[in-house]
């Protein structure tokens, strides 16, 4: 049996990693596997130029940040395992963006949220996790990672099945996803 493909894409902090805790948890009887492309960024990254202040950035919200056939290699590798996984979830920035990788989900969900919202949840993630500033990362949202996501990923939305709203994970869409999974591999 073949599992079902979930690819689970939005915006920076709009609730792609929450959504994907969620699921694991809600069908901790099934066979999961998550690839996050997080952790298939290149090491030498694209750089981004600010529209307005000329700056340079590392750019990790453009598809060349990501190391497709590395992460590419690992989505086979993970299809070809004898795992027999129940479900595959590939969750990230760009997982609409792709093409091929588009056209392998059985179900592809865009998770949006309003801008606002997105930053502040950056911002607070960041300043957790990365120990840098209030400055430092709004600057680098406000100067580089908001136009590649609308350049990238904010459009990617069009191809996806469902929409959710990034303030509402845990209730109705939940339940709807879940119950498309256990449809699906039933």
């Known amino acids: 049996m073949r599992p079902a493909i979930i690819g689970i894409a939005g915006g920076t902090a709009s609730g792609k990693t929450t959504f994907c805790d969620i699921l694991l948890k809600e069908l901790g009887d099934l066979r999961i596997k998550v690839l996050k492309t997080d952790g298939f960024f290149k090491e030498q990254l694209p750089k981004a130029i600010a529209p307005l202040t000329g700056k340079e950035f590392d750019d990790y919200n453009h598809p060349d940040s990501l190391d497709y056939d590395r992460f590419m290699d690992e989505y086979r590798?993970?299809?070809?395992?004898?795992?027999?996984?129940?479900?595959?979830?590939?969750?990230?920035?760009?997982?609409?963006?792709?093409?091929?990788?588009?056209?392998?989900?059985?179900?592809?969900?865009?998770?949006?949220?309003?801008?606002?919202?997105?930053?502040?949840?950056?911002?607070?993630?960041?300043?957790?996790?990365?120990?840098?500033?209030?400055?430092?990362?709004?600057?680098?949202?406000?100067?580089?990672?908001?136009?590649?996501?609308?350049?990238?990923?904010?459009?990617?939305?069009?191809?996806?099945?469902?929409?959710?709203?990034?303030?509402?994970?845990?209730?109705?869409?939940?339940?709807?996803?879940?119950?498309?999974?256990?449809?699906y591999i039933a």
Not at 157 to 182: E, H, M, P, Q, T
């Open 77 to 183: 590798r993970t299809l070809d395992q004898d795992a027999n996984w129940d479900v595959i979830i590939l969750e990230g920035l760009m997982v609409l963006y792709f093409q091929d990788i588009r056209k392998s989900l059985d179900l592809k969900i865009f998770i949006d949220l309003d801008a606002d919202e997105r930053f502040y949840r950056r911002l607070s993630r960041n300043m957790k996790t990365m120990g840098w500033t209030m400055e430092e990362i709004a600057e680098y949202y406000l100067e580089s990672v908001k136009y590649r996501e609308k350049e990238f990923v904010l459009q990617t939305k069009i191809f996806a099945d469902i929409i959710l709203n990034g303030n509402n994970l845990d209730g109705r869409a939940k339940d709807v996803v879940i119950s498309w999974i256990r449809d």
